[in-house]
């Protein structure tokens, strides 16, 4: 039993035609297995997390009770891109299991308004937002590893707080990114090989073996996406992470949490700073 399902050409060639739809119950039973080993070390081996530094008082009263994280338009395209999301993995691996229905239409109608909220964030990240706050630097990676090394026992300095995103956050996002632009410019030409109102349907525009591998991409990164997105949403309801899941929904953080995880020389909330500027966005 392969990864991919092959078929031959009307040329005799051997060419991929899409993944083994198995993959998605190892992508699903990978993702389950990931929260029940976190859970239990968090539950019986993690130790309490600690951060070197402390806020001077003088910045932490000039810090607000209520520190904007996410601004409106940030909030819209992250819940607007989760429907869409849960939309795209309902229609494509229902059917997969058993469930059959016209899939199709339903799921690159959602698929557009995926592609609509990833283009519409790469805009606002890159021209109204801190583009850089998302993407690890030296200090993540060197207190990364630090981290590591307590976690295992060993001696190291204790890590220092974060910038906006902690490290696991910005390489959460990094996957994110590549498995989601994956799934998007595939997704935007397979729709030439289905009947649209909006392209004159063309199965033409590539050959077999193109058209198979693009077939495969989309199919891996969508069964990646099942992982991606348990985890995600895991992480989301885990008890000490529902305060990060609440600024997501009403934009704010409390100061007591800001000032304990994050730094705010990496993070300034203060005066007229990138992000005071950027929840005006
Ligand atoms: C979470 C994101 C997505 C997942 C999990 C996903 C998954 C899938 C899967 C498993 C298939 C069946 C492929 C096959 O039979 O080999 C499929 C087909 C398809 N997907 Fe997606 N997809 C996603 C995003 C998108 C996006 C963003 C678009 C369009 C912009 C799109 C458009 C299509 C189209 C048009 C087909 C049908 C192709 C055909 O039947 O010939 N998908 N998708």
Do not use: C
């Amino acid at each position: 039993m392969g990864i991919i399902d092959w078929a031959t050409s009307p040329w005799g060639e051997d060419v991929p035609v899409h993944i083994s739809f198995f993959l998605l119950w190892v992508s699903a039973i990978a993702g389950l297995l990931f929260l029940i080993i976190h859970a239990i070390w968090v539950r019986y081996f993690a130790k309490a997390e600690a951060f070197a530094g402390a806020t001077p008082p003088a910045l932490a009263s000039s810090i607000p009770a209520k520190v904007p994280r996410h601004s409106l338009a940030a909030r819209l395209f992250h819940w607007i891109m989760a429907a869409a999301m849960f939309a795209l993995l309902i229609t494509a691996f229902l059917p997969k299991v058993g469930v059959q229905f016209p899939w199709v239409t339903y799921h690159w109608i959602a698929g557009l308004v995926l592609t609509a909220s990833i283009l519409f964030h790469i805009v606002h990240a890159s021209f109204w937002l801190d583009f850089k706050s998302i993407w690890p630097d030296k200090i993540d990676l060197q207190d990364g590893v630090r981290r590591l090394q307590r976690a295992t026992g060993k001696n190291a300095p204790v890590p220092r707080r974060s910038g906006k995103y902690p490290l696991e956050n910005k390489m959460y996002h990094a996957v994110i990114v590549l498995a989601g632009l994956s799934v998007m410019i595939t997704g935007v030409f397979m729709m030439s090989r289905v009947r649209t109102p909006i392209f004159l349907r063309n199965p033409y525009l590539f050959g077999d073996m193109t058209w198979g591998m693009m077939y495969v991409l989309h199919g891996l990164a969508g069964v990646g996406l099942i992982a991606l997105i348990m985890v995600h949403v895991y992480f989301a309801v885990r008890p000490e992470k529902l305060v990060i899941t609440k600024s997501m929904v009403f934009g704010t953080l409390d100061r007591d949490h800001y000032l304990h995880h994050h730094d705010p020389q990496r993070w300034p909330v203060t005066g007229s700073s990138p992000e005071e500027r950027q929840m005006t966005a």
